[in-house]
């Protein structure tokens, strides 16, 4: 009897303390977001969690919708089917550079990136401190850009950055550039992955670095 006794006081005690809060993480984008060609703990958005974890903010691991190939509306149909609930104390979007690769309109872009960011911000309960918006790398100094015209690459990567940004900017969230640290890979064959296209987890790290430096006193 004592010892059910016992059983039944530790679990009441158990039941009374206060959960770990834990902060959550939607990241959005594409191929960039989700870590093509690198392991699961190697993308950004795990790499930041993993940064923060370390500095004492403790962060769930991050919610993804993100698959290689997508495009601003393809994003915009995938987070509609998987509905996410939020709100969320973090929420990132990268996307734009398959509008780019594919020839898509500036236009059309601008459009569909501002109805991301408006869902975005939902997601973050309307604080715009909580999104943040990153910059589109140059893909056009991999080695999978051989023989294509990679100041053409560079000059609509540059365009399509221009209206992210000026969207942001309006919007008030955070933004950070990872474009021009992106084009460094020219001279360090190291920052790309093996297909010889997407990033490296070295370059993801640089990036998870700058999305902390960037986010981390917001979160206590």
Request: charged share 25%.
């Amino acid at each position: 009897m004592q010892l059910l006794l016992t059983i039944h006081f530790l679990l009441t005690l158990l039941a009374t303390q206060p959960m770990e809060n834990k902060f959550t993480f939607l990241a959005l984008g594409d191929s960039y977001t989700i870590g093509e060609a690198v392991d699961e703990s190697e993308r950004w958005p795990s790499q930041f969690v993993q940064r923060m974890n370390v500095a004492g903010k403790s962060f769930h691991a991050p919610e993804i919708i993100a698959k290689t190939g997508w495009t601003t509306d393809e994003l915009q149909a995938a987070i509609a089917e998987k509905n996410p609930k939020g709100p969320y104390d973090l929420v990132s979007l990268l996307i734009g550079v398959n509008n780019q690769y594919r020839g898509n309109s500036l236009e059309v872009y601008k459009k569909e990136f501002i109805e991301l960011l408006e869902q975005a911000l939902v997601f973050a309960g309307n604080n715009p401190k909580h999104v943040v918006v990153i910059s589109i790398p140059d893909w056009g100094v991999t080695p999978f850009a051989e023989g294509r015209d990679r100041n053409k690459i560079a000059s609509e990567i540059d365009q399509f950055n221009f209206i992210n940004r000026e969207v942001a900017a309006a919007f008030g969230v955070v933004y950070v550039d990872i474009t021009a640290h992106s084009r460094t890979a020219s001279e360090d064959e190291d920052l790309i992955a093996t297909d010889k296209l997407h990033p490296s987890a070295k370059m993801y790290s640089y990036w998870s670095d700058r999305v902390f430096e960037a986010m981390k006193d917001q979160y206590q």
